[in-house]
């Protein structure tokens, strides 16, 4: 069984940044994909960046140019860089490690983006 531990989020302003950060409990991450869910208040999950085992990323369109995905393998520890937050941006952000007909989730951290 594969546990994974998020932790970043908080109350941030408009224009701010978090970083969020999933460790895992033992040596998976390296091969497999790496990917952030959100969900917001009276929304469906949305997945909004994934970055494969090769490096390639990928982001929603609401999140493009705003927020980076990136991976440490040697830390078992994946990152949500997320800069000029919005308000909208205001969801539990859960990290989901995927592969080989596998998927572990988080428990979720709360982000809030508000003045």
């Known amino acids: 069984q594969v546990q994974l531990v998020e932790s970043g989020g908080g109350l941030v302003q408009p224009g701010g940044s978090l970083r969020l950060s999933c460790a895992a409990s033992?040596?998976?991450?390296?091969?497999?994909?790496l990917a952030w869910d959100r969900r917001a208040p009276g929304k469906q999950r949305e997945r909004v960046a994934v970055?494969?085992?090769?490096?390639?990323?990928h982001y929603a369109d609401s999140v493009k140019g705003r927020f980076t995905i990136s991976r440490d393998n040697a830390k078992n520890t994946v990152y949500l860089q997320m800069d000029s937050l919005k308000p909208e941006d205001t969801a539990v952000y859960y990290c989901?490690?995927?592969?080989?007909?596998?998927?572990?989730w988080g428990q979720g951290t709360q982000v809030t983006v508000s003045s």
């Open positions: 033992r040596n998976i991450i390296g091969g497999y994909g």
């Open positions: 970055i494969t085992n090769d490096g390639d990323t």
């Open positions: 989901n490690v995927f592969g080989g007909g596998t998927s572990y």
